[in-house]
């Protein structure tokens, strides 16, 4: 993946930029835009860039933050955007691509190689898609494969245990689930690698909106799991990137 600064030097290397704006490029601690203060160098200190949460935003505002963050050679990733959100980045940004499922905007602005790693992420059920397609769409757009498994929650475990081979060839396992939240404790216990889990909001009016299958989850006796927040897709998603990122440096 090509970081910020190495855009900026291929800019350099290419006659596009001089070396005193490049140097100010480098040096400068975010994008002001009034409203917003861009973090232009993310990518280059943690490995990924800053990402959009639409939510309280305009759709020209979501707009500006990405063509800014394109524009220092990072990738785009909106959250919880609407059509709306994401027909204003496209005007900007013609190569955006909208994930209505998973309520993402992808905009690639940096180039990277396709890795070999691979996350297996995993629903209790079909509610639970969308979080889980949040997820799936952050992993994929910072180059890692993904492998969905849909609807193999506890309540019908024959479905998830048929499935353990699939789970087996990942890296790094995402399970999303609603209810009472047993599903990361029970693939933890079966598999050798990374869990993350994700409490989702769905559920009846005892699941408190997400509260019970995240409390379920904090308290598992599985080790090895790692809990995100209430329907925060692109946490784990995040999360798990890093870990086959870092993963991919020990090889």
């Known amino acids: 993946m090509r970081s910020d600064i190495e855009h900026i030097l291929t800019l350099v290397a290419t006659g596009k930029l001089d070396l005193a ?16 203060k861009v973090d232009s160098n993310r990518a280059s200190r943690t490995g990924y860039p800053e990402a959009i949460y639409c939510p309280g935003k305009t759709p020209e505002q979501v707009a500006i933050i990405a063509e800014s963050l394109v524009e220092s050679g990072q990738t785009v990733i909106a959250t919880k955007a609407t059509k709306a959100d994401f027909d204003a980045v496209v005007q900007v940004l013609p190569q955006a691509s909208y994930n209505e499922i998973g309520q993402l905007v992808v905009v690639d602005g940096m180039t990277s190689d396709k890795s070999d790693a ?5 629903t209790g059920g079909s509610s639970d ?31 998830l245990l048929v499935n353990r081979h699939v789970i087996d060839q990942g890296d790094v396992a995402i399970t999303v689930a609603g209810m009472e939240g047993a599903l ?25 909106q997400g509260i019970a299958a995240m409390l379920t989850m904090i308290n598992s006796c599985a080790p090895g799991i ?26």
């Open 118 to 122: 691979q996350v297996v992420i995993i």
């Open 129 to 159: 898609i969308p979080i889980a397609e949040e997820a799936a769409a952050t992993v994929e757009a910072y180059g890692i494969n993904v492998v969905r498994l849909w609807d193999v929650g506890v309540a019908g475990i024959n479905r």
């Open 21 to 36: 704006e490049a140097r100010a490029q480098i040096e400068k601690p975010y994008d002001d835009l009034g409203f917003a």
């Open 184 to 208: 990361p404790s029970v693939v933890a216990g079966l598999v050798n690698k990374p869990v993350i889990a994700v409490p989702t909001s769905v559920g009846y009016g005892a699941s408190l």
């Open 226 to 251: 790692s809990v995100v927040n209430i329907d925060n897709g692109f946490g784990a998603g995040y999360q798990a990137a890093l870990i086959c990122q870092n993963a991919s440096k020990t090889k």
